[in-house]
């Protein structure tokens, strides 16, 4: 089968980025391909081997998934082209004949122990937890002997014929894990009127004003912070780059100028994309401060104060 009708994902089969991938309607016509972890995933972009590939970027309990943003951030560029928000809870996956107090070993996702840490402690206080490299990876590492149970999502019990001994497993209810398509960058994803877009940003000097200095570069332009935190650049203590997530697309003339403002200050900007919002499919209800048109209003306007024949 050709690149171009591969997909990638952070397997094995069964996982909840597999579940995610498969909400979108082009998986149907493509080969969806498991890896053994996101840089994996990412990297089968890179070279070629797939098309694009579904990664967990954050979570609404833990917050972001290091090894997709410093997988983004690093090497030969890429750029997000979809994203999908997965509501997430968990079950307790043991071998058929299992009991409940017979658990002594628990594994999953590192992502996924934040999630159930206060359940884990009051129904199973004893057990000891080890990472696996994803919740179905660690489903097949308790089909195949290694631990005891596995957190992963009850329809990944099936998959490695594993029984539920507890299901809906959660600490916070309503968690919600965002995840994203990445892929090459070719031509921009055309704007449907709720996007998003995705940068990262190197200040270029530790100063008082610097991060007020990058915030204004896009509120001056009207554009809306969704996400914004810090990653290590892995240059030294103290050393760190901003990923951000603003509301519009970068053919929208007040996310493009805003952009262009941000780059002015900070010359060491990666734009990763930009794509349709699927939280809600609106700009949280609000009309943005200014409009296509208000931009192209005022170009006219000032085109007339210079005497320039519009």
Known sequence: MSLSTKYGYLGPEGTFT???????????THELVPWPSIPAALDAV??????????????????????????????????????VCLPITFALLARPGTKLHEIKTVTGHSHAQPQVR????AHLPDAEWQCA?????????????????????EFTGVKYGL??????IHDVAGATTRFVLASRPERAVPPT??????????????????????????????????RIETRPTGEGLGRYYFSID????????RVGEAVKNLRRICPHVQFLGSYPRAEDGVYANRTPPATDEQFTEADEWLARCLGIPL
């Open 133 to 153: 490299s994803s919740n179905a990876e660690g489903a097949r590492f308790v089909r195949d002997g290694h631990f005891d149970a596995a957190v992963a999502g």
């Open 118 to 121: 206060k359940w884990l402690a």
């Open 18 to 28: 597999e579940r995610a991938l498969r909400t979108l309607p082009e998986a149907a």
């Open 193 to 226: 009127g709720s996007d998003k877009t995705t940068l990262f940003v190197h200040l270029v000097d530790d100063r008082p004003d610097a991060l007020l200095e990058l915030m204004l570069a896009l509120s001056a332009f009207g554009v809306n912070l969704l």
């Open 246 to 253: 603003c509301e519009g697309h970068i053919t929208d003339v």
């Open 46 to 83: 890179r070279r070629g081997d797939t098309q694009a590939a579904m990664v967990p970027l954050e979570n609404s309990v833990e917050g972001a998934v290091p090894a997709t943003v410093d997988g983004l951030a690093d090497g030969d560029p890429l750029v997000i082209v979809r994203e």
């Open 163 to 168: 029984q539920p001994l507890v299901t809906d």
